[in-house]
Nanobody, 123 residues
Framework: VQLQASGGGLVQAGGSLRLSCAAS????????MGWFRQAPGKEREFVAT????????YYADSVKGRFTISRDNAKNTVFLQMNSLRPEDTAVYYC?????????????????WGQGTQVTVSS
């Protein structure tokens, strides 16, 4: 299984970025997908998760109303649209997949992890 995250970069506060995570080696539509982030010196934190079909989502309170998770099962890709970015959103962002047919929950119980993409928000 491979999860390849991309789309990170440097953006000013108030700006937007769209992260993508391309998955291979798995039946993508069987997996709940999630985004996490880790800032320097901090623990990895949950950002958002999406169900198999995309019909259900959960968000961390810190990103609710600003970030949107979505998926395209035909393209084996999950996205994270990030708007109104703040300096505190600066982190390495990781995508992850749960075990097949595991239910959607806002937790850290994920089996497969991508390599991360850096997001830096300047003030």
């Amino acid at each position: 299984v491979q999860l390849q995250a991309s789309g990170g970069g440097l953006v000013q506060a108030g700006g937007s970025l769209r992260l993508s995570c391309a998955a291979s080696g798995l039946t993508f539509s069987d997996h709940v997908m999630g985004w996490f982030r880790q800032a320097p010196g901090k623990e990895r934190e949950f950002v958002a998760t999406i169900s198999w079909s995309g019909g259900s989502t959960y968000y961390a309170d810190s990103v609710k109303g600003r970030f949107t998770i979505s998926r395209d099962n035909a393209k084996n890709t999950v996205f994270l649209q990030m708007n109104s970015l703040r300096p505190e959103d600066t982190a390495v962002y990781y995508c992850a997949a749960k075990t097949p047919l595991a239910p959607i929950l806002p937790d850290h119980e994920y089996t497969y992890w991508g390599q991360g993409t850096q997001v830096t928000v300047s003030s």
